[in-house]
């Protein structure tokens, strides 16, 4: 399974979670088997600088990911990541990917709710 987390630096596991999945400048791309961790891979947001919406949910499904967790992210994109396949989680926490994973894996986090300024 691959996991993408919506991620505010380019350091893994060790980096912090960005507050919003289509604003945030990279994107932490995680594989597992089961519960170990086989290989971790950053890549820049292609649409960083320029918010367009739909194509970050596309973005995500072409790099093979099932499962996308941020701190946030609007209703309309939940319902696109739904489309694609991939479940979406939002945690309204911030903090190292390594705790996130750790809370996703043992079921304490999951599922997802539109941002407060997106109501």
């Known amino acids: 399974m691959r996991i993408a987390f919506a991620s505010e630096d380019n350091q893994g596991l060790k980096g912090s979670l960005s507050a919003h999945f289509g604003r945030c400048p990279y994107y932490t791309l995680v594989d597992l088997d089961g519960n ?3 290989d971790i891979k950053v890549v820049a947001n292609p649409y960083f600088n320029s918010h367009v919406p739909g ?12 499962v996308i967790i941020a701190g946030g992210m609007g209703p309309r994109a939940i319902d696109l990541f739904n489309q694609f396949g991939i479940e979406a989680v939002t945690t309204g926490a911030q ?15 999951k599922g997802a ?3 407060e300024h997106h109501r």
């Open 36 to 38: 170990k961790v086989l």
């Open 55 to 66: 194509a970050v949910p596309e973005f995500i499904k072409s790099q093979g990911a099932q």
């Open 95 to 109: 903090g190292p990917l390594e705790d996130i994973l750790t809370a996703y894996l043992r079921g304490d986090i």
């Open 113 to 115: 709710w539109g941002c």
